[in-house]
């Protein structure tokens, strides 16, 4: 097949993983104040100790509408950064909670996705190429 299903192939990847991400943001983002503190505490083991709630609030903005840019190839490259970051914050998480690979590795997993996908491109069926615009 090579390249010939390769942007369609791209684009089956963004709309389900951020699809993906988007579902799994969407309840941290409705869970207001009490749910982005909890989840905001995760940054103590990156040597974050400050505002629970600023980045528990700023990981499910990133989870929820990341995705959504991610899916749709607009904004793909910040969108990918802050997925990317997002994920390594979670990653970290696990591994020094002692989850074991079981926990940590759907962070990994989605981590090297877009990590990868930074470096490849959205691929050329995005909606900022149907207004003219690169990604």
């Known amino acids: 097949m090579g390249d010939k299903f390769r942007d369609l192939g791209l684009l089956l990847l963004r709309l389900g993983i951020g699809?993906?991400?988007?579902?799994?943001g969407w309840p941290k983002l409705a869970g207001g104040e009490k749910a982005w503190a909890k989840?905001?505490?995760s940054m103590v083991h990156v040597g974050i100790d400050f505002a629970p709630t600023f980045w528990g609030f700023m990981a499910a903005i990133a989870e929820f509408f990341g995705g959504l840019a991610f899916?749709?190839?607009v904004g793909f490259v910040p969108a990918c950064v802050?997925?990317?970051?997002?994920?390594?914050?979670?990653?970290?998480?696990h591994v020094?909670?002692?989850d074991g690979f079981?926990?940590?590795?759907?962070a990994i997993e989605a981590g090297i996705v877009f990590a990868s996908l930074l470096l490849i491109g959205p691929?050329?069926?995005?909606?900022?190429?149907?207004?003219g615009k690169g990604s």
Do not use: D, E, Q, W
């Open 102 to 106: 079981a926990g940590a590795s759907h």
């Open 82 to 93: 802050l997925l990317l970051s997002t994920m390594v914050v979670a990653a970290t998480m």
């Open 96 to 98: 020094r909670k002692n």
């Open 123 to 131: 691929g050329k069926h995005t909606l900022a190429s149907k207004f």
């Open 19 to 24: 699809g993906m991400f988007m579902a799994h």
């Open 39 to 41: 989840l905001g505490k």
């Open 71 to 73: 899916a749709l190839g």
